[in-house]
């Protein structure tokens, strides 16, 4: 399985975007998936998760009300609609991937699979 995000960009802050990741390979059904974010000289931090099976949602606090996942199966996609940016949210964000028991985590260790990054920059 390979994944690609996309959709970054620079916005102002209050803005929004929509970013995307593409699966490919194995059926994308089958897996958790994620977004984590790492902001420059900061630690890969959880931003949202996604369950397989029913959809359920898990948020960091600070994105809590502004950020949305999402999946379509059906088309191998997983989203994070971010919106009412803050300088605070630049960073390259990464979607991940996590096999086996369906469950919501934000431990990083877990995700097997990782995105190359899209950048997202916020400016004041």
């Known amino acids: 399985v390979q994944l690609q995000a996309s959709g970054g960009g620079l916005v102002q802050a209050g803005g929004s975007l929509r970013l995307s990741c593409a699966a490919s390979?194995?059926?994308?059904?089958?897996?958790?998936m994620a977004w984590f974010r790492q902001g420059q000289g900061k630690e890969r931090e959880f931003v949202a998760a996604?369950?397989?099976?029913?959809?359920?949602?898990l948020y960091a606090d600070s994105v809590k009300g502004r950020f949305t996942i999402s999946r379509a199966n059906a088309a191998n996609m997983v989203y994070l609609q971010v919106n009412t940016l803050k300088p605070e949210d630049t960073a390259v964000y990464y979607c991940?991937?996590?096999?086996?028991?369906?469950?919501?985590?934000?431990?990083?260790?877990?995700?097997?699979?990782w995105g190359q990054g899209t950048q997202v920059t916020v400016s004041s």
């Open positions: 390979g194995r059926p994308f059904s089958l897996y958790s």
């Open positions: 996604i369950r397989k099976s029913d959809g359920s949602t």
């Open positions: 991940a991937l996590r096999f086996g028991r369906d469950y919501l985590s934000s431990d990083r260790r877990l995700y097997a699979i």
